[in-house]
């Protein structure tokens, strides 16, 4: 970098403001050029950006914001100089879209596809998952198999994120040496989090894995006032080009409305949300219309105040979730399937056949699929067809499920029109 002169920069500077210029006046009057950066940007598509993506950044950035183009100079030298001296500088591309929402300069109201996703886990965990094949209570046993990951539905739901290739910021509170191994596990998998610290000890939840799965679940830490004022602090950030996803259970010191709260503010910032929440809970943030709403059958049970002993029982209780002001509405029936209700349809996908592995995180992995298609498409069928494929493929995987095992049940998924 020191070899580059002043005056080489000022020329370089100059020419990058001159070409600027046509690209600038391109997006004041035409929509058309957005569709090139959607297609470079969306990193769907895009895994890393190379040299020539970092050096092409400032005409790509100078669509947004006039100054933007000075951010971007930055690293087309960056990119110029590591070429000079025979180095690939390659950057994760959502590490430099957290880095552009940082900066606000990646806000162009046109650009309504350069979202960033959400999620909000309160109350995270690390999920230690063990498998014990014949398990007598009061006895001592040795382990067959561990699994020890970092949960909590709103982690589960980014993992599966990056799963489909859709990068998303995970928010939420974490503490003490469990919070540190969430923070670094999401690290390790490339996950972007910008968790707010709290002093309180982030929880580990147990599932026994035998005949019968069991789960111990904690309740979680308490956060102060001043560590919740320091969360909604970064909760200011998000804006009407991204889409937050709520999901799991809050923190034991957080007010009853602590969710309503916060949707409250993001109906009204215009944001839209998903949520995958219950109970009270759930019924307070229907009338703020989420794009999608995720309860399991024993949920919408909960929620009307009845047991269902088939799933065809449910139908008249999803339609009502959506009467009640859902966009979408996702009932998940484990082993029999699960349902969609929409202001149109009701939409059957009948269960795919395999071993089942471990179910944890099956209905989170539904919520993503879900978000990640329609935030892309706008298609509910289409989205429903990749949740069923997510969820089956979680269900089928020891851990969170992979690209190439949603691929396969995305295959098979199949749709039956109910009404
Ligand atoms: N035994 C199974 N066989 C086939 N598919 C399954 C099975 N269990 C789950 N699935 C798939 O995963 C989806 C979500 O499962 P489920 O209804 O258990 O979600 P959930 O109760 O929200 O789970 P979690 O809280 O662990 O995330 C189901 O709708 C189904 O598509
Ligand atoms: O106690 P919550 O917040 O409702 O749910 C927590 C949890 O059960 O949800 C995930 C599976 O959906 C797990 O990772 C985690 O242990």
């Not at 969306?42 to 100054?67: C, G």
């Not at 690939?88 to 350069?114: F, G, M, Q, T, Y």
């Not at 449910?314 to 339609?319: D, L």
């Not at 989205?383 to 690209?403: K, L, M, N, Q």
Request: proline share 5%; with cysteine.
């Amino acid at each position: 970098m020191a070899s580059i002169k002043t005056g080489t920069l000022l020329k370089d500077m100059f020419f990058l403001m001159l070409f600027s210029i046509p690209f600038s006046l391109s997006s004041m009057f035409s929509v058309k050029f957005s569709s090139v950066i959607r297609s470079f940007f969306l990193p769907v598509r895009i895994l890393y950006l190379s040299n020539l993506d970092l050096f092409m950044m400032p005409f790509i950035l100078a669509q947004f914001r006039p100054f933007s183009c000075v951010y971007a100079y930055g690293f087309s030298v960056l990119a110029r100089v590591s070429a000079q001296k025979g180095y690939l500088l390659s950057l994760p591309a959502d590490r430099v879209i957290l880095w552009l929402n940082a900066k606000r300069i990646a806000c162009h109201p046109r650009l309504e596809e350069l979202y960033m996703i959400y999620t909000i886990t309160l109350n995270p965990t690390i999920d230690y998952i063990v498998t014990v094949p014949r398990l007598t209570l009061g006895q001592s046993h040795h382990m067959q198999d561990e699994l020890i990951t970092p949960g909590g539905k709103g982690i589960m739901v980014s993992r599966v994120l990056k799963a489909l290739g859709i990068p998303s910021i995970a928010l939420g509170f974490r503490g003490g040496f469990t919070g540190d191994f969430v923070r670094e596990y999401m690290e390790e998998l490339n996950i972007l989090n910008q968790f707010t610290v709290i002093k309180e000890r982030t929880r580990i939840n147990l599932v026994l894995k035998s005949d019968q799965d069991t789960e111990i679940s904690d309740y979680g830490p308490n956060a102060t006032e001043e560590e919740v004022a320091r969360f909604l602090k970064g909760f200011e950030d998000i804006s009407t080009q991204d889409f937050v996803v709520m999901s799991g259970s809050k923190l034991p010191s957080m007010p009853k409305d602590f969710y309503e709260q916060l949707i409250r503010s993001l109906h009204e910032e215009g944001v839209p949300f998903a949520c995958d929440i219950t109970k009270d809970e759930l019924r307070n943030s229907l009338q703020y219309h989420p794009l999608v709403v995720k309860p399991n059958q024993k949920e919408v049970g909960e929620f009307f105040g009845r047991t269902f002993t088939t799933w065809q029982e449910v139908i008249p209780y999803g339609k009502q979730l959506v009467e009640l002001g859902a966009q979408n509405a996702i009932v998940s029936l484990g082993g029999d399937g699960a349902l969609l209700f929409t202001a149109q349809e009701v939409i059957y996908a009948p269960p795919l056949s395999g071993e089942v592995a471990n179910p944890v995180g099956s209905g989170d992995s539904m919520v993503a699929g879900f978000v990640g298609t329609f935030i892309r498409t706008g298609d509910p069928l289409e989205a429903f067809r990749v949740a069923v494929a997510c969820g089956t493929a979680t269900a089928f995987s020891p851990d969170i499920a992979t690209a190439d095992e949603i691929e396969v049940q995305l295959a098979r998924v199949v749709l039956e029109k109910i009404e």
